[in-house]
């Protein structure tokens, strides 16, 4: 007998494949391999992108039989699947039921989970419709100790005042499979929003304050400290000083503790060590990683039909901050569900190696590669270009997966020739 708990739906124990660029099938058992077939290449020198047209399932069966960026583990996913809100973008379907939604999901995270470095960590974008069962499909794919945090996201800035709530923000689950503890030492820290300062003259240079406090009880750590205004100063209930008697003594000593309110306050410890960094929080504001109209102008200013497609696009700051913080230049990013190429945008501007499918050949041929050939021409100047300096560069190849049920049109063959793609979009 267990205490787990599970979630379940019907056809919970069968396979969903694609049976075309907007349908899906359950079956039972296992589905049979698919291939994967060339229809180009853009760009000069080593690719390192690949963009499948065909569902994420089958693209990852048929790079990994081909060996196609295959040969490293992938270091980050992220993932920005339909989100289950029963409407219709552009030419987007976003109408699976329920069972088929956690179904999609479930089975596409389980086809990762073998091809995952032990360092890895998964980001899965939603909103509020399906993150609270998103959560238990994790759990069951990756163990509930794989869960990091939710990161709640800023996609606007505007008040929407057609609703009963204003809904200002998505949720982003992160889970790292080699569990959280792991994960928080290879993940990267990200550029501080907090200057260091030198309120008191030290000459040894700025410095930041943290609480001279800690969580729990410590019968070593419960202590009465005298501020400089004589009065006498326990931890808060439930909490207990930073560190024992003597340490305390040796930092008042060193000049190490800063006392607020002019001396009447509390102790808090100055941290010389100023890198510039900090631990990522879970609030992030559009201010800090744009919002979704910033990454509508972006998509405008490229292709005047994007902006009618694709309702919901990702700001290329948002997926910098999430490679920058899970990956590192060289290793393996996907994307499963690549719309307008956001996360291979950036991942190319920022030296990953990247992998992105995407269902819809229209998308493929229309937005998804004639964007990705702007960014190794050199011609896209928008986004982290220019806080990353990207000049251009590298190449990518394209390949078509055939869905291993039904049939689907046939992605053109697109030019060896960044430029001419570019100019062709």
């Not at 996609?155 to 569990?179: C, F, N």
């Not at 907090?194 to 729990?216: M, Y």
């Not at 910098?320 to 290793?331: M, Y």
């Not at 269902?359 to 937005?367: F, I, M, Q, W």
């Amino acid at each position: 007998m267990t205490d787990a708990l599970t979630l379940t739906w019907p056809n919970h124990d069968r396979l969903l494949i694609a049976s075309n660029e907007t349908d899906y099938e359950w079956i039972a058992g296992d589905a049979e391999p698919v291939k994967a077939k060339d229809r180009g290449r853009i760009g000069e020198g080593e690719a390192t992108g690949v963009v499948a047209c065909g569902d994420g399932l089958d693209a990852l069966d048929a790079l990994a039989i081909d060996g196609k960026l295959m040969d490293q583990k992938i270091r980050l996913v992220y993932v920005d699947p339909p989100f289950g809100a029963q409407k219709r973008f552009g030419h987007y379907r976003d109408t699976l039921s329920t069972a088929a939604w956690l179904s999609m999901l479930r089975d596409r995270l389980a086809a990762l989970k073998p091809l995952l470095s032990p360092d890895a960590s998964v980001w899965l974008h939603l909103d509020e419709t399906m993150s609270h069962r998103a959560r238990l499909v994790l759990d069951e794919v990756f163990g509930e100790s794989a869960y990091v945090a939710t990161i709640v996201w800023q996609k606007r800035l505007t008040v929407e005042s057609r609703t009963a709530v204003s809904v200002s923000h998505d949720p982003i689950l992160v889970y790292a499979p080699a569990g959280r503890k792991h994960w928080k030492t290879v993940r990267n820290r990200i550029a501080s929003t907090v200057a260091g300062s030198n309120r008191d003259g030290d000459p040894r240079g700025p410095w930041r304050d943290a609480p001279f406090t800690a969580p729990g009880y410590r019968a070593g750590q419960q202590y009465t400290i005298i501020n400089p205004a004589g009065i006498e100063l326990t931890p808060p209930r439930g909490r207990s000083w930073f560190a024992t008697r003597p340490v305390f003594e040796r930092l008042v000593a060193e000049d190490r503790i800063w006392w607020t309110k002019r001396g009447a306050g509390q102790p808090r410890i100055k941290n010389f060590e100023i890198d510039g960094t900090q631990v990522p929080g879970t609030i992030w504001s559009g201010e800090e990683v744009g919002t979704n109209d910033d990454a509508k102008r972006h998509l405008a200013g490229l292709f005047a039909e994007a902006e009618s497609v694709f309702d919901t696009p990702k700001p290329e700051a948002l997926l910098e901050r999430i490679i920058h913080i899970g990956s590192n230049p060289g290793e393996l990013v996907v994307d499963l569900f690549g719309g307008s190429g956001t996360t291979a945008a950036v991942a190319h501007k920022m030296g990953r190696r990247w992998f992105t499918s995407e269902r819809l050949v229209d998308t493929v041929s229309n937005v998804l590669v004639p964007r990705l050939a702007t960014v190794v021409g050199g011609t896209d100047f928008g986004g982290v270009t220019t806080k990353h300096g990207w000049a251009g560069g590298g190449a990518f190849e394209v390949v078509q997966v055939r869905p291993r049920l039904g049939r689907v049109r046939e992605l053109p063959y697109v030019v060896d020739s960044a430029a001419s793609a570019s100019r062709n979009r």
